[in-house]
């Protein structure tokens, strides 16, 4: 059978809705809206198989942070609200058909990136809702990024316009250029011009960190910077070997 796989990134769905509430927002209100825009992704994307992915709620901020110790740091918390009222939030998910999973010591983005190139490797169609651009280097022919906000497909012709490269080279650039947003470093002093200039030189991080013939200019940022490098670009990498420990029956999608 053809399979359409749907993967719903939950808290970049959940928290984007629950800031925009006019006045003081709620849990339920938070529900209500989200629930309405996953009928609409049921109602566009007519999944076979859909799933909304959760980052587990404990204090271990990951293998990330042991790379690299001011990942994601001062990002603010979750209002609190919102974190007591998860389970609410999932049972109206549940109520429309859709079961959650909740990602266990790594981040939800490496469930997310498993499953789907799980699924996108047999050459079934795979969606991944969600405004995260860092989900744009699994790119694949069978595998596409939505960004339901802006209504937009985070695709090949997205990445060449905001980054100047293609998907397969976003993490080489990231390792250079770094991502602030994330405290992700890079190389000091090679910013996003440089690394699409570099990336464009040479057709890989390795490619250039080994390159002989680099112009001075580079030269001098880069030495004793490497190691700096490869770990921007290892955090900025998603997992997709995780144990699934489950299949993917258990989440069919059935009109409720």
């Known amino acids: 059978m053809s399979i359409h796989l749907v993967v719903i990134d939950a808290l970049n769905l959940i928290r984007r809705v629950h800031a925009a509430q006019p006045g003081e927002p709620n849990v339920d209100n938070t529900a209500k809206v989200c629930c309405q825009a996953l009928e609409k992704i049921i109602n566009n994307s007519q999944p076979t198989h859909i799933v909304a992915v959760f980052d587990h709620h404990s204090d271990d901020r990951g293998w990330r942070a042991e790379l690299l110790p001011h990942y994601k740091e ?26 959650s999973l909740l990602s266990d010591g790594d981040e939800a983005d490496d469930l997310v990136a498993t499953l789907a190139l799980k699924v996108a490797s047999r050459n079934q169609q795979v969606t991944i809702v969600s405004t995260d651009k860092g989900y744009c280097q699994l790119l694949q022919p ?10 937009r497909w985070l695709d090949a012709p997205f990445v060449k316009k905001e980054y100047g490269i293609a998907p397969e080279q976003l993490t080489d650039y990231w ?3 770094g991502i602030s947003s994330s405290k992700i470093p ?9 690394a699409v200039e570099l990336l464009s030189l040479y057709p890989s991080l390795e490619a250039v960190l080994s390159a002989t013939d680099l112009p001075k200019k580079w030269q001098k940022k880069i030495t004793g910077n490497e190691a700096m490098a490869r770990a921007s670009k290892q955090v900025s990498s998603l997992k997709t070997d995780l144990e699934l420990g489950f299949n993917l029956q258990d989440i069919r999608y059935q009109t409720p």
């Open 142 to 151: 069978t595998l596409r990024v939505r960004d339901y906000f802006q209504q």
């Open 186 to 194: 890079g190389i000091t002093g090679i910013g996003p011009k440089a």
């Open 175 to 177: 390792g250079l250029a």
């Open 74 to 99: 001062g990002r603010k918390p979750m209002p609190e609200e919102l974190a007591l009222g998860m389970d609410k939030i999932q049972d109206a998910f549940m109520a429309l058909g859709i079961d």
